[in-house]
Each structure stands twice: as structure tokens, then as C-alpha cells.
Nanobody
Framework: VQLQASGGGLVQAGGSLRLSCAAP????????MGWYRQAPGKQRELVAA???????NYADSVKGRFTISRDDAKNTVYLQMSSLKPEDTAVYYC????????????WGQGTLVTVSS
């Protein structure tokens, strides 16, 4: 599965951005999808995830500010980010996950989000 993340950029604290993750030629309806991020010097962490059935899960640090959604008809997953903080600055990665006896993960190339104070 090829994943193409976009929508990152530079935004002031308190602003908003919407990230998109497209999977052209693939049916994401068969995958649980997620967004992860990695800040400089830190480990990659889960930001938000959405199951095939549409259930969502968020990191405590983004609850109430970020919303993950999926449009299976467009093979695209979104991350709407609001009330951004400087600590949200990171490279954001899209993930698609499935299970064939073992967990299989696919990753996009990452998109940089920079929040200035």
C-alpha cells in the first residue's frame, strides 16, 4: 500500500491545519488507519487512529483538538488539527495496518508540521 501524506506546513500557535493521506489505487477500507508523529530527538508516537468500522482513538495530548476521519470512497484519511501548540511540531506519518497472522504496517513519507509561538 502506497500512502501519500500532505497538508503540513508552518502555522502559528492556535491555528489549524488539515492533513490528508491518500492511497491511490488501494482500498483503505480493508485497513485500520492512523497518524503518528515524531519530533526531533523523540520517538514516534501515535496521534490518532481509526478502525475499519470508524471507531477512533487519540493520544491524550491531542484529545479535543484533533479529529481523524476516513473517506473510503476517496481512499483518503484526514487529520484535522485545531488549537495547535508549539509542542505539536513534528513530522506526521500516515499508517495503514492490517493483520495476516501478524501485524503488517505501511507508512507514508511524512509531512512536516511546524507550529510557531
Amino acid at each position: 500500500v502506497q500512502l501519500q501524506a500532505s497538508g503540513g506546513g508552518l502555522v502559528q500557535a492556535g491555528g489549524s491545519l488539515r492533513l490528508s493521506c491518500a492511497a491511490p489505487g488501494n482500498r483503505i477500507s480493508a485497513y485500520a488507519m492512523g497518524w503518528y508523529r515524531q519530533a526531533p530527538g523523540k520517538q514516534r508516537e501515535l496521534v490518532a487512529a481509526i478502525t475499519i468500522g470508524g471507531s477512533t482513538n487519540y493520544a491524550d495530548s491531542v484529545k479535543g483538538r484533533f479529529t481523524i476521519s476516513r473517506d473510503d470512497a476517496k481512499n483518503t484519511v484526514y487529520l484535522q488539527m485545531s488549537s495547535l501548540k508549539p509542542e505539536d511540531t513534528a513530522v506526521y506519518y500516515c499508517n495503514a495496518r492490517t493483520f495476516w497472522g501478524v501485524q503488517i504496517d505501511y507508512w507514508g513519507q511524512g509531512t512536516l508540521v511546524t507550529v510557531s509561538s
